[in-house]
Structures are given as structure tokens and as C-alpha cells.
């Protein structure tokens, strides 16, 4: 698929943020694509976006027609290498392979702030989405099942997919206790003894997620 010649893909910059807020608002008034539903806060949107643009934890793209931001793509960089990703394109813009190009970019983007993977939640029911992202390399990696809260009290499951970029480190299943009781890490280099008190712990590992995610809070 070509992207139509007037779409670029470029960094966020403080002029898109009240489009960006308009952007997500109208996103999110759809009600089945995003963690968040509408009506959101606009002002809180407002200042969010302008903390993000203003720090260097992230990485913001937009698809710009001809001056129009039609789309946006978000990273956030945890310290561990994941880059997690959220995204939109508006309503007239999908199917034309912005999508396509945005998740692209994010994809270089990562890799160049060095990130070893990029994560996702999706809806199970958001197919364009899943088919977006499937096609673009990323796997399954499981099902949050009755995870969320929505607003009508129906509670939703979300996919957790992911795109591996650098060579695992270490083996499936990563980490093993050896009979001293010492965690043991398998990499290429082979095997190396891990200190326990070094693990991450759980709070760390689950840092929260990009908002155009469903675990996004809006
Ligand atoms: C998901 C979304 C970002 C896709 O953007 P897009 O610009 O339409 O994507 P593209 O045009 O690049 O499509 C790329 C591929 O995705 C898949 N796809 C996109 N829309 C699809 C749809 N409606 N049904 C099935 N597959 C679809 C197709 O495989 C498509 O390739 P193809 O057109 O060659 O068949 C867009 O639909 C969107 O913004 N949805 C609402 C917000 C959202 O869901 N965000 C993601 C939250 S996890």
C-alpha cells in the first residue's frame, strides 16, 4: 500500500497539541477503539500532551496532510528497553496506509533509542488494529481476560502483542533457579548468575501503558 503523497510522517511539536487533543477527543467519542471514551477532558488532555512533548520518555509521531495532523502514534520508553505504543488515525484518513507508515516510524524509533521490543494492548474486537499490527510482525503474547472497567460496567479483555527487535537475550522462560537457590539467566554469552535483589520488581515491570491503548486512562 502507498502512502497518499501528501502524508509525512514527522515528531509532535507544541503547535499540534490542540489538535492532537481534537484528534483523540473525536478518537475517543467512537467508544470502541481506545481505553478512553468520550467525552474526555479536553484542559487535562491539554496540559498532558505538553508534558510529554516537553520530556524525552517518549517518542510522539504525527502523519501530517498537507499541514493536517490525521494521525499520531505515541512510544513509552521504560527504562527495561520496552517501548509501548498507542496510536490513532482519524475516521476519513484509515485504510489508506497511514496506519501502516506511523507504526513504521514508531517501529524505527524505538530501535534507535536503543529499545529491545515494542509491546501493545488491543481489543480483541479491534480487528483494523490487530490486523495493523499482525502484519507489521507483532505476535500474540496473550489475553488480559474481563480486564477493564468501561463506563456502561462491562468489564473487557485486551490482547497483549509485541514485536521482539533485538535477538533474546536469553532463553524462553528466561530465568531459572539453580539448586543454591541463585536465579540463573541463559544468554548467548552463556550462562550468568543473576542477583536476586537486582530482579525487578512487579511494580516496575508494569509500567503504565501508552493512552491510546485500552489501558490508557484517557
Ligand atoms: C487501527 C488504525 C490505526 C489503522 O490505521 P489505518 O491507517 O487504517 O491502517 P492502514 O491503512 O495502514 O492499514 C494497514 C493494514 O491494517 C489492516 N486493516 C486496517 N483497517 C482494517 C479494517 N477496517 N479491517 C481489517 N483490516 C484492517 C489491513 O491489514 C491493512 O492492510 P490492507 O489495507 O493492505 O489490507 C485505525 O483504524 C484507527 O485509528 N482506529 C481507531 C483507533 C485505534 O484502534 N487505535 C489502536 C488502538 S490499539
Redesign the pocket.
Known sequence: ?TLPGEVVVRPAAAGDVERLVELYAT?AD?GR??GAEGPVDRAELRQRWGRRLSSDDGVHLVADASGVVV?QVSLELAPYGVASL??????G???????????QAAVDAARNRGCHKVS????PH????G?????LGFEDEGLLRHHYRRRNGELWGAVIMGLVLAGPASAAGQEVEDDRGHHRQHDRGGDRDVDPDVLLPEGDVAREPAE???AGEQ
Open positions: 500500500m478518537v467512537e477503539w481506545l494521525g498507542g496510536m490513532l488515525v482519524e475516521g484518513w484509515r485504510r489508506r496506509g497511514v496506519g501502516t507508515a506511523l507504526v501493545l494492548q488491543v481489543w479491534n480487528q483494523a488494529a490486523a495493523l499490527y499482525r502484519k491510546t491503548q485500552p
